[in-house]
């Protein structure tokens, strides 16, 4: 079935070019094939089959169910849509959180952090740090943010959290200091960037989820004899299970309270979810219904570059963009991604593949909702460009991002800071009304575990083998009724609602029972 589609969307593509653009794709094409290499692409050709790949992506891959779902445009959108979800009765219960407070500390101990990655590892790696250094009885340096060539953001922590709030919201529970004693100034992030391994009092490759005797094994030690321990690289070190109350409840407090962004991102975010809420469809006869000029949906597609690569799958773009993520999975990882090994059939069958812009849209629709319902994009520019999105827009027209809603002048802040752009998109994101994630990673994490704290409210995440399996079915991928109705009961019990976490995942995704507790009694 996929690749009847496939076959259709190529001959769909090769109708749609003009005689000069094939002339054109077809000499940028062989010139990339002339840049190959035995054991590799070389950066001409990788370049080459990337713009070519850009030229030309698929447009509709499952044009036989658009067909079907046209039939039955005009629908109403399914009722209890925008439901909050259950919270099964966990509730938040912040006065546990000041349960602990500190009320002395070791002079003589201080935490130095060095943070590395996308915003949400930095905001990992803040709260484990602040845990620790309690942990540890100790004095936390404001954490340092590594600038990194791949986010391109030299955005220090008081860029883009409200530090004040940070340092009197921590205030009963932990030490924090902005700078060091002068009598520590040689102990700088420079001093240990790249050379943390040469310095006595610095570690680095910290085990994974690692538990407090680790800590009071590894690092206690280091900072009673030098008294500034360093630790490079601290995104997922502190385990999940087994942590005392103080510090598990700590965490949470950091992660829900302290972490505030500055002002000006709060401000913006706040209005562009405004402008949200305010796009109709021109002539829609709902557009003064409350559903249909007041909510919206909010999405983190993902499907961009690194994430296709990395996800070793196939998109329907033929062997251009096949070679074109082929050559940048290389370039970035070289022959370490496992899953490449793997066949891209097995990987879309196991749910291991993100679902293009189209698969989002349908599945939207399978859900109930209607083309007048206004969806918000956060990240970065799809791959594949407008023509990747047209089956998307066809569907739901009112598509906007952080680019379409503000201005230039709104936007200048915050160009070329990576990690200032991701900000204002969560904030955008967590006021949506449903909320659905294409991929899994920090951000989504923190994003489902805040809208499940202070909600809960709506957060879709797809189950991509059951919508694979039937969107492979004969059965259901031509006919619109028995798709919807398939699709839209796998999701009902992935809408949201707070449950327990499981052994292991993440307390950022699953605040219950870490962060939440259960009401007394029903009028709680």
Not at 60 to 73: C, G, I, P
Not at 230 to 256: M, Q, W, Y
Request: aromatic content about 12%.
């Amino acid at each position: 079935m996929w690749q009847r589609h496939r076959k259709a969307a190529k001959q769909h593509k090769s109708d749609a070019v003009d005689p000069e653009w094939k002339l054109l794709l077809f000499l940028l094409l062989a010139a990339g094939l002339c840049g190959y290499r035995i054991g590799g692409v070389s950066e001409e050709a990788a370049w080459t089959i990337d713009l070519f790949s850009e030229y030309d992506p698929p447009r509709f891959q499952y044009r036989d169910l658009v067909e079907s779902f046209r039939k039955e445009e005009g629908r109403l959108e399914r009722p209890g849509l925008w439901d909050r979800p259950s919270d099964n009765g966990w509730k938040r219960c912040p006065e546990d959180f000041d349960r602990f407070s500190l009320t002395t500390w070791d002079r003589s101990r201080y935490f130095q952090v060095l943070c590395g990655g996308g915003l949400f590892q930095l905001h990992i790696c803040v709260c484990n740090a602040v845990a620790v250094a309690r942990l540890l009885n100790a004095t936390l340096v404001i954490p340092y943010f590594k600038h990194h060539p791949f986010w391109n953001d030299p955005s220090q922590f008081e860029d883009i959290y409200d530090l004040n709030h940070f340092m009197s919201t921590l205030k009963g529970d932990v030490k924090v200091v902005t700078e060091l004693p002068a009598m520590y100034s040689w102990s700088t992030p420079s001093f240990y960037w790249g050379r943390c391994l040469d310095r006595p009092n610095c570690m680095t490759f910290l085990p994974k989820h690692t538990t407090p005797k680790w800590f009071f094994q590894h690092i206690l030690p280091i900072m009673e004899r030098y008294e500034v321990a360093a630790v490079d690289g601290f995104e997922h070190k502190l385990t999940f299970e087994g942590l005392p109350a103080s510090i598990s409840k700590l965490r949470c407090k950091v992660n829900f309270y302290a972490l505030r962004f500055v002002k000006p991102i709060r401000d913006l975010g706040d209005a562009l979810t405004l402008r949200m809420r305010t796009k109709t469809l021109s002539g829609d006869p709902l557009r003064n219904q409350e559903n249909s000029t007041k909510k919206y949906i909010g999405l983190h597609v993902r499907f961009e570059r690194d994430m296709l690569a990395y996800s070793s799958c196939d998109f329907g773009g033929g062997q251009a963009e096949q070679k074109a993520l082929a050559s940048f999975r290389y370039q970035v990882w070289s022959n370490r991604v496992i899953k490449a090994l793997k066949r891209p059939s097995d990987l879309r069958r196991n749910g291991s593949c993100p679902l293009t812009p189209e698969e989002v849209g349908l599945l939207l629709a399978a859900f109930g909702f209607t083309a007048t319902t206004p969806l918000y994009i956060a990240g970065k520019a799809v791959y594949g460009g407008p023509r990747r999105m047209e089956p998307l827009k066809s569907l739901f027209p009112l598509v906007e991002n952080k680019h379409s809603l503000a201005t230039r002048q709104e936007l200048a802040p915050f160009r070329n800071f990576a990690h200032k752009l991701t900000a204002l998109d969560f904030r955008v994101l967590f006021n949506s009304d449903v909320y659905m994630s294409n991929a899994a990673g920090n951000l989504p994490n923190v994003l489902t575990g805040h809208r499940s704290y202070f909600g809960p409210y709506a957060s879709v995440h797809p189950d991509k083998a059951r919508l694979a399996t039937l969107l492979s079915d004969e059965r259901h991928a031509t006919n619109w009724t028995s798709f919807a109705e398939r699709a839209f009961a796998a999701h009902e019990s992935r809408m949201g609602a707070i449950e327990p976490r499981k052994s292991r995942y993440s307390v950022f995704r699953c605040p219950a029972p870490d962060c939440m507790c259960l009401r007394s009694n029903s009028r709680d």
